[in-house]
């Protein structure tokens, strides 16, 4: 995002530029929130009002001896009463060039462009002389002062020198009121401050304290790099509708401070860009954050040499020291390098107090700290996206570090790419997300170190890269901070102490968890896989107990087959874990069978039974037919001679919905059932159907012919399965008895009998299945 600065329309005049961003807000693209950063509302100052100091009569002289302070101080109400010009009042306060002007307090007045032209230096008188001078609002008076004005303004590419060093050796109530450099207090409006440079205040540098609002402060330089212990903050910003840009800052603390000590003074629609910082602790919210701070966006900005890069950092009401916890939410910061942090890039913490510089603060000290009942810091909503940092000696990459009674919530981490001695710690937070992050700890040391946390690290893409997590081994399943919840989306994590885990959730998609010891899944533990194409897996070195809740969702690629859940490398108890939410429409059955494996089958859920089966039994054939199932690609048809089962004898494929069965015997009863199959499954069996193959009931005779020695029977071919019969009773016998079935007879329809003269009479008949008549 490129921000322009163009004087068109401002009410400029040539030589000189009042800009403004050619912006509407910094919007927050990555998530859901959107935050918009206010647009300051410049200063409308006459400009054809100029008054230089050193001209009569105010007499200014810059050799850096002399006392301007009433000259200066003369020139600043002369402008303020300046004449109306198209509707714009007062005027320019100008020192020139080729001068150190020696000055006490100043009170900048409505309306007035104190401006510092190249080559001058307004400096403070020193500590000798100002602890003598009529204070403002403090011990000791302020340099330029102003309370409750509007379109104020300082310019000018000139230097403002705080003469600090005396204030930085002194001791007692003398250090502790020391005076500011430049300090807005009350409700100021429409307050520009550019170009100049700032250096070695006794205190801060550029103070905002009270409503202010509309405040713009570009293109200065703060450069103050010997006062490191002496709270020399480059800017502190309590206000609404603020833009800092194009600034570098050294400072002795803070770079940027936002938040104050009063609840009344919120700090609201912020932009920082485009700033390059040194020396300092970083752009910082708090330590007061009792003045809530939100919709603030840092983007464009490099941090070298910096104790901090990004710093949140307040405490509880009642802990003591500095720090009154309140609210600070809607943060954003895109597009930061920071090269060479000393103590830590990335802070969010609660703690402030107790541990000013959070390096070193274990998962065991964040578990030792008391509950407080009193106003405590929210930390909420934040966007940190395209930072990239590296950290020296002993400093943090980063550390997330909320209240036990009130967690850090909501924090996204999107392309951060952190290097440092230490491991990040998320302590006391939820919802805390690493998008495409690399954590680069050093060899042998994990990424994370985790607390009562809500972790996700996901990747836009499946990576090999590993993400190594750690934290407190002593938590209690089932106690209210037992364990931490952790997801893994397209991403590879490796855990040293599983008892980090506790009852979870642990959720896993397209990602493999390897546990470096024993698991043991409670009662409580819940496991959310997202199973498909990409396998979902926790790997565990040694033992496993199963046991917990699995909860399922259908990722790409999701469909019937097996998924190895769960490996492990020495043993396997307990019971495979029970479904919860589970996709609908399949079958799920775990199998532990696979030495090393605990898998789940999920199988795609059988068809409807095939209905209304019917069989129709003809001369040795049965017709069959049944009604089409929805979704079925074919058919299985079974048959038996026991009513009931089982059904030795298989159809399988059929594609049609009808079958003629000739592969059977005139007179036997048949057994049908048929089942459909759907993309590999087969549905339960249909209701039984019977039949009988039976030939033509119609009477027939036997035909009859000589051949040789031997006596040719025949009959009708639709008769097969008619049994022939033979007797030999005399004439006399009668020929009611004696019939003796031809052997085979019923599976043929021609028999061939020898003819022997020296035989008496022989009688033939066919008998029609089921004992019908001849």
Not at 79 to 85: P, Q, S, V, Y
Not at 719 to 737: D, K, Y
Request: some cysteine.
């Amino acid at each position: 995002m490129d921000f322009q600065c163009c004087s068109k329309n401002l009410g400029v005049r040539p030589g000189r530029s009042r800009c403004a961003p050619a912006w509407l807000g910094a919007v927050l693209f990555w998530g859901s929130t959107v935050v918009m950063a206010g647009v300051p509302n410049l200063p409308n100052i006459n400009t054809n009002n100029i008054i230089t100091v050193t001209d009569a009569p105010y007499g200014a002289v810059g050799n850096g001896s002399t006392d301007n302070t009433l000259a200066i101080s003369n020139a600043i109400a002369a402008a303020a009463a300046g004449g109306n010009t198209n509707g714009l009042y007062g005027g320019t306060v100008r020192i020139p060039a080729s001068g150190t002007y020696l000055c006490g307090p100043l009170s900048l007045k409505n309306n007035v462009d104190l401006q510092i032209d190249a080559g001058a230096t307004l400096q403070m008188q020193p500590l000798s002389v100002w602890t003598g001078l009529p204070a403002q609002n403090q011990t000791y008076g302020n340099l330029i002062y102003a309370a409750n004005g509007t379109n104020l303004e300082i310019s000018g590419s000139g230097t403002i020198d705080g003469n600090g060093a005396a204030w930085w050796a002194s001791s007692g109530s003398t250090y502790n009121n020391r005076p500011y450099m430049i300090f807005f207090n009350g409700n100021c409006g429409r307050v520009l401050i550019q170009n100049v440079t700032i250096q070695n205040p006794p205190k801060m540098h550029i103070v905002f304290k009270g409503s202010d609002n509309n405040l713009t402060i570009q293109g200065i330089t703060i450069n103050t790099t010997a006062a490191k212990a002496a709270n020399t903050d480059g800017i502190d910003l309590v206000g609404t509708n603020c833009l800092v840009q194009n600034c570098i800052i050294n400072a002795g603390d803070d770079n940027i401070a936002l938040g104050s000590s009063s609840s009344s003074a919120i700090s609201k629609d912020i932009l920082i860009t485009n700033c390059a910082f040194g020396v300092g602790h970083g752009v910082s919210i708090g330590s007061n954050t009792a003045g809530a701070v939100s919709n603030l966006t840092v983007i464009n900005c490099s941090f070298t040499g910096t104790d901090y890069g990004i710093r949140m950092k307040s405490d509880d009401s009642t802990s003591g020291g500095n720090g009154q916890g309140g609210l600070a939410q809607n943060l954003s910061y895109f597009n930061l390098s920071m090269t060479n942090i000393v103590d830590g890039a990335i802070v969010i913490y609660s703690y402030y107090n107790e541990y000013g510089t959070p390096t070193g603060i274990t998962p065991f000290v964040a578990s030792t700290q008391a509950v407080d009942s009193t106003t405590v810091p929210v930390w909420r909503n934040i966007t940190i996206s395209n930072v990239t940092a590296t950290v020296t000696g002993g400093g943090v990459p980063g550390i997330i570090w909320g209240r036990l009674e009130v967690p850090v919530t909501n924090i996204v981490l999107d392309r951060v790419n952190l290097s440092g001695p230490q491991p990040f710690a998320v302590y006391n937070a939820s919802g805390v997300q690493f998008v495409d992050c690399q954590i680069k700890p050093p060899p042998g040391d994990s990424a994370l170190l985790l607390f009562n946390a809500q972790v996700t690290v996901s990747n836009s893409v499946p990576t090999n890269t590993l993400f190594t997590l750690d934290g407190l081994t002593t938590n209690v399943p089932g106690s209210v901070l037992a364990g931490n919840t952790l997801a893994l989306y397209n991403a590879q994590g490796a855990l040293k102490n599983t008892n980090v885990l506790g009852a979870g959730p642990l959720t896993l998609g397209a990602s493999t968890l390897t546990i470096s010891n024993d698991l043991t899944l409670f009662p409580s533990t819940v496991l959310n896989y997202d199973l498909g194409t990409n396998s979902a897996l926790v790997a565990v070195t040694g033992n496993l107990a199963l046991g917990g809740t699995l909860n399922l969702d259908a990722g790409a690629g999701f469909t019937n087959g097996t998924f190895t859940l769960l490996t492990y490398g020495a043993g396997l108890t307990g019971a495979p874990p029970a479904l919860g939410a589970i996709p609908a429409g399949y079958h799920y059955a775990f199998d532990t069978n696979s030495p090393g494996q605990v898998n789940l089958v999920v199988s795609l859920p059988a068809p409807a039974a095939p209905t209304n089966l019917m069989a129709a039994g003809t001369n040795l054939q049965i017709n069959l037919n049944w009604n089409a199932v929805a979704g079925a690609g074919s058919y299985n048809l079974k048959r038996g001679t026991i009513s009931g089962g089982p059904y030795p004898a298989v159809f399988s494929g059929l594609v049609a919905t009808n079958y003629s069965d000739a592969a059977v015997t005139n007179a036997v009863a048949y057994y049908y059932v048929v089942t459909a199959v759907a993309s590999g499954v087969e549905s339960t069996n249909s209701l039984q159907a019977v039949a009988v193959p039976l030939p033509s009931s119609a009477p027939t005779k036997l035909a009859t012919q000589i051949n040789g020695s031997q006596l040719q029977l025949s009959w009708p071919a639709d008769h097969l399965g008619w049994t022939l019969q033979i007797q030999t009773n005399a004439l006399g016998s009668g020929l009611g008895t004696n019939w003796a079935p031809f052997p085979n007879s019923q599976l043929t329809n021609q028999i061939g009998l020898p003819m022997n003269p020296a035989n008496g009479s022989v009688f033939l008949r066919l008998i029609l299945p089921g004992g019908g008549a001849p």
